[in-house]
């Protein structure tokens, strides 16, 4: 568990260096609970505590859910269009980082003549790239889809031997000396006591 924990943190880390670049602010609350969930499942893990590994397990299923709609969002699925500020909480016109940045793009900036245009106003054309930015985008969901879906399944056989360990001990009649195989006796022979003393 824990070499899957620092994978998962390595790449939610890496996700929200590039997210932080792009000000994308939903991916950026995304990555952070993911690293504050992945820290609390594998501190249950090694504590031995069941009710964290379960907010793991649901915390889980909600980041697969969100890594799939980023998946839409950025392949166009359902009407959802990669142009729109949806990322950004509509506070900023950033896109992905990847957009302009991405391998073998090459970014240029040009200022516009105009008069009546601002000076501090530019526009960006980018060409050559490799992969598009999507794609890029897509790949790192589709990892961070794979890395949660191992992880969850893991946490769900840590969970089950959990629960077996705590079904086999028993906590009211531990310590006494008949166990569950043997039923107690219902009736106990009383034997008379000597008395120890003086005999008279």
Not at 118 to 145: K, M, N, R
């Amino acid at each position: 568990m824990f070499c899957l924990c620092v994978f998962l943190q390595l790449a939610a880390l890496e996700r929200q260096i590039f997210d932080f670049l792009g000000f994308q602010w939903a991916p950026i609350l995304g990555n952070f609970l993911q690293i504050i969930v992945v820290i609390l499942g594998l501190f249950g893990t090694i504590q031995f505590r069941p009710r964290y590994i379960v907010v793991y397990t649901v915390w889980t299923a909600l980041w697969v859910t969100w890594n799939v709609f980023i998946i839409c969002f950025y392949l166009e699925v359902g009407g959802l269009s990669k142009e729109t500020d949806l990322m950004t909480f509509n506070i900023s016109m950033h896109r992905s980082w990847w957009r302009e940045h991405g391998p073998g793009c090459i970014r240029r900036v040009v200022r516009p003549s105009s008069p009546g245009i601002l000076e501090d106003y530019s526009y960006v054309s980018v060409t050559g790239c490799i992969i598009d930015f999507q794609y890029l985008e897509v790949i790192h969901s589709a990892i961070q889809i794979l890395l949660s879906l191992i992880g969850f399944v893991y946490a769900c056989y840590v969970i089950s031997i959990f629960m077996e360990e705590e079904d086999s001990f028993d906590f009211i009649g531990g310590l006494d000396t008949y166990s569950y195989r043997q039923p107690p006796q219902e009736h106990v022979e009383l034997m008379p006591v000597k008395p120890v003393g003086k005999v008279l």
